[in-house]
């Protein structure tokens, strides 16, 4: 008798949800300020433009609520949320906590690898200083690989949450006259500090960055 049985298939991968891809498109929006803070998500009108029911699109609404990008409302519906000076603050203060944490920890380690992909992220963020766009996105790479690099998931989830309530802020500081100089200059402390492999000095030079940050936001 033939005992051989045939090998179980392998799961496929579900490929992403809709709701999670509505809700980047969402966050993107956002982000560039086609829905503006403060505005009312037209959910009817939404749905129709992607064409697709209003189930997923409560789905992604739920996401970017649970994100601080959206505020619910009950019987009037989402709006994209506005963040006042103290939301400000308090991110800001938060930032400086976790991020001049993870600095500290990365220097303390001190490991050539680690220190040379940071440096190569700065070496790109002084050639992007013309082309303030890019400088952002550099600037945000450049934090996050250090959160990466510190090793810690929860940190790392908590920032990335942050960073994106931060991204509301109508006008971020970076755009401000002679702050995208400043930033890179504080920049060069932190990654001296970095390569100096001295924790308390890497962390007090990643919160006078936020300090700096927080004066030039409105």
């Excluded at 064409?51 to 970017?64: D, F, H, M, N």
Aim: net charge negative.
């Amino acid at each position: 008798m033939d005992t051989d049985t045939a090998a179980p298939t392998a799961p496929s991968l579900a490929p992403r949800a809709l709701y999670e891809e509505v809700a980047e498109l969402l966050r993107q929006r956002i982000f560039k300020r086609e829905l503006e803070p403060g505005s009312w998500i037209d959910e009817l009108k939404i749905a129709e433009a992607y064409g697709i029911s209003r189930t997923p699109l409560r789905e992604a609404l739920k996401v970017l609520a649970a994100e601080g990008l959206v505020t619910m409302k009950v019987r009037r519906g989402a709006y994209v949320t506005e963040v006042s000076e103290k939301d400000l603050r308090d991110v800001y203060h938060l930032l400086s906590l976790l991020e001049s944490d993870a600095a500290g920890e990365v220097a303390a380690q001190g490991l050539a690898a680690a220190l040379s992909e940071l440096g190569a992220l700065h070496d790109e963020l002084e050639a992007a200083v013309q082309d303030r766009d890019r400088f952002f996105a550099i600037n945000e790479r450049f934090h996050l690989r250090l959160l990466e690099l510190a090793d810690n998931r929860w940190r790392l989830q908590m920032v990335s949450d942050l960073r994106k309530v931060m991204k509301l802020n109508r006008h971020h500081s970076l755009f401000k006259a002679g702050r995208i100089e400043e930033s890179l200059a504080e920049h060069r402390a932190v990654m001296a500090a970095l390569r100096a492999r001295d924790g308390a000095l890497a962390m007090r030079r990643m919160r006078e960055h936020f300090a700096s940050g927080l004066e030039a936001a409105p």
